[in-house]
């Protein structure tokens, strides 16, 4: 399943933000984002995850949890 993992330029080279295992000479995708694009799809994300997630109708499974 792909994996999205944030991360940095430091000395030409791609670091991480987070420890990911890998095995040596595994192939990726990097897809590159400006500063201004990063923020663009962040506050989209934003506005779509909140709209799924203030959804009332979902409170009925906390219910079930509860039960």
């Given at each position: 399943m792909p994996k999205s993992v944030w991360g940095v330029i430091r000395n030409g080279k791609i670091e991480p933000s987070q420890e990911i295992e890998l095995p040596e000479g595994a192939t990726v995708l990097v897809t590159l984002l400006t500063d201004e694009e990063?923020?663009?799809?962040?506050?989209v994300s934003e506005a779509s995850l909140a709209a799924i997630w203030d959804n009332t109708e979902d409170d009925v499974y906390a219910q079930l949890l509860q039960g």
């Open positions: 990063h923020h663009y799809w962040q506050k």
